[in-house]
């Protein structure tokens, strides 16, 4: 969509010229649920943005439209700025976080408009919220830290909308980079932009469109179950803060300690950790077979360990280990449904588009939906 295509739509909903904004969604294609444990993830952002449009209004109201949802509501920023359980929580959000860093904002129009699938497990509220901040600091022209912005809107999912999110969505909506995953240490920030090889394979999204209620929920109660580790490894261990201060040998030692589930959570985290180091290494040694290998083992985990699974996820991953050219396979996302990703040899991905769509209908009457991206830029003005 044309910054132009933007503007007409905007007004026909508010007046002025507005500053455009756009944030993308992400695959995480290895280093999962590792965020919140102060672990490592290896995310790229994806081809699908939300757009955020918006002009300063001379009062205190945001005024926001969603063309996805149809729908125009309102929030006075020295009212009611409170969680309402509603779609433009997102941004009301980041506006309180934003207040809350002594930037006084304005009132402003804002026009919304995403194609990053909703409840597929690609980040669409970090991309909502880092959009959004973008335009809100607009309107005040403010600036702020890539790094900063990033922690602002998890800030926002953790204290305004409710859901206990680590870093990782955030971080790699701000710092994507074209053809480039981000390898990420969750404590410090550090990270390393790693050049994915496009000309010998694709990454490809399938969607399995369902998503279980259970997410939000159990999510909290994994993050719960992972303090819980921790607190019980420290006596034996006592300078760890968090599971990616424990490697596979220690817990090893001390795993009888643990209650089974608590055990089965850290075991996947300390796994998945040493899983997402070992497959940078193979990515910049050009083994992309080991590295699908490591894709597989991190599914396995978090269907049997981790417990995020389900059904159709296990299913359409079974489906694509058996396609020729599929090097690796695994959910993606917090789970209970959302997507699968997959490293697909580059001359085998219609075949693999093909058979998927097929044997999924099969054996679940439900259509997939796919989506084949390679690794895109992060957040920017829309010029």
């Known amino acids: ?6 503007i007409i739509k905007f007004n026909k909903h508010f007046k002025g010229q507005p500053r455009i904004f756009r944030a993308p969604g992400r695959v995480n294609l290895i280093g999962e649920h590792t965020d919140y444990n102060d672990g490592f993830v290896f995310p790229m952002a ?14 205190r109201l945001l005024s926001i439209w969603s063309e996805n949802m149809q729908e125009l509501t309102d929030a006075n920023l020295d009212f009611n700025t409170v969680k309402r359980g509603h779609w433009s929580d997102y941004t009301v959000g980041i506006a309180v976080m934003i207040e809350r860093e002594d930037i006084k904002l304005t009132g402003a129009d804002i026009y919304i408009e995403s194609n990053v699938p909703v409840g597929a497990g690609l980040s669409s509220s970090a991309a909502l919220e880092i959009s959004s901040a973008l335009a809100l600091l607009s309107t005040v022209n403010a600036g702020m830290e890539k790094k900063h912005l990033a922690k602002l809107g998890q800030r926002a999912e953790n204290q305004f ?5 680590g870093i990782m969505d955030q971080f790699i909506s701000v710092h994507g980079e074209q053809d480039k995953a981000l390898f990420l240490d969750c404590r410090t920030l550090e990270y390393k932009l790693v050049p994915l090889p496009s000309d010998k394979v694709r990454i490809v999204i399938c969607n399995t469109m369902v998503k279980h209620e259970l997410g939000s929920s159990e999510y909290n109660k994994r993050r719960s179950e992972c ?7 420290s006596v034996s261990y006592e300078n760890i803060r968090a599971l990616r201060d424990v490697s596979l040998e220690q817990f090893n030692r001390v795993k009888e300690q643990l209650p089974p589930v608590v055990r089965q959570r850290c075991r996947h985290v300390i796994s998945e950790d040493e899983r997402t180091i070992e497959s940078i290494d193979a990515l910049q040694k050009h083994d992309l077979v080991r590295f699908g290998q490591l894709m597989n083992a991190s599914h ?7 417990q995020v699974s389900c059904r159709e996820l296990d299913i ?7 396609i020729p050219g599929v090097l690796g396979a695994r959910m993606t996302g917090g789970g209970f449904g959302g997507c699968t990703v ?15 769509i097929s044997q999924y209908k099969k054996a679940t009457d439900i259509d997939a939906k796919i989506y084949i991206s390679s690794a895109s830029r992060g957040a920017h003005e829309v010029i």
Do not use: H, W
């Open 1 to 6: 969509m044309t910054r132009a295509e933007i």
């Open 46 to 59: 994806i081809q699908n943005y939300t757009t955020v449009a918006v002009a300063p209004r001379t009062d």
């Open 161 to 165: 909308v409710g859901m206990n999110c």
């Open 227 to 233: 303090e819980t580790g921790v607190k019980i490894m």
């Open 300 to 306: 396995d985990s978090l269907r049997d360990d981790y």
């Open 316 to 322: 359409m991953v079974d489906i694509a280990r058996k």
């Open 342 to 356: 997959n490293l697909v040899e580059k001359d085998n991905v219609d075949l693999f588009c093909e058979q998927l």
